[in-house]
């Protein structure tokens, strides 16, 4: 709807934010995300509302915890790479 954000903002990739642009890249932004939190049991992008969440979206990168679990590096660079803020850089889309 027009003015509105349109799904959760945690799992949001930055063009929602930035432009309302839904793409394939959002979608990976937004399963990288979920992986995340899934594998880590906290958000990658934590706050308290949309706007401290969209910030953090915009200029942070996701925290890395792949060695504290014990799992391998590669880990927090796909899950990164999926929630990059340029939406050119995730994994190539068929």
Do not use: C, W
């Not at 979608?27 to 995300?33: G, H, M, T």
């Amino acid at each position: 709807h027009t003015g509105g954000i349109l799904g959760t903002p945690a799992y949001s990739g930055p063009e929602t934010f930035r432009e309302g642009k839904f793409s394939p890249e959002s979608d990976q932004f937004s399963l990288a995300a979920t992986l995340y939190e899934a594998i880590r049991g906290s958000r990658a992008f934590p706050g308290d509302d949309a706007v401290s969440v969209a910030s953090k979206i915009a200029n942070d990168a996701p925290a890395p915890f792949a060695e504290s679990l014990r799992y391998p590096p590669e880990l927090d660079s796909a899950l990164a790479q999926g929630m990059a803020r340029d939406a050119s850089a995730p994994f190539a889309t068929r």
